[in-house]
Nanobody
Framework: QVQLVESGGGLVQAGGSLRLSCAAS????????MGWYRQAPGKQRELVADITSGRTTSYAESVQGRFTIYRDNAKNTVYLQMNSLKPEDTAVYYC?????????WGQGTQVTVSS
């Protein structure tokens, strides 16, 4: 099993930056894919970015060029650096881990971007 704890959310003005952290309870080098998802009120959860154990990354088109996902295996932590934030980025952000045949989720962290 994997426990995930997110942190770093908050309130920021449009154009600002935040860095989200996702700390895992086990060595993340063995986790196939880790990712960040978000869910805005009334909308479905959507993939924001993910990173493989080989550090291959992918991004939603809406965040391409503004967000960066990276991992620090020594700290068992995955980060999401979010720059040039927009009000439409407002959502609860969830960390995920695809390990074996299972998917694990964190509890989520709120990101609110004011205009």
């Amino acid at each position: 099993q994997v426990q995930l704890v997110e942190s770093g959310g908050g309130l920021v003005q449009a154009g600002g930056s935040l860095r989200l952290s996702c700390a895992a309870s086990r060595n993340i080098f063995s986790i196939n894919v880790m990712g960040w998802y978000r869910q805005a009120p009334g909308k479905q959860r959507e993939l924001v970015a993910d990173i493989t154990s080989g550090r291959t990354t992918s991004y939603a088109e809406s965040v391409q060029g503004r967000f960066t996902i990276y991992r620090d295996n020594a700290k068992n932590t995955v980060y999401l650096q979010m720059n040039s934030l927009k009000p439409e980025d407002t959502a609860v952000y969830y960390c995920s881990a695809f390990f074996g045949r299972d998917v694990y989720w964190g509890q989520g962290t709120q990101v609110t971007v004011s205009s």
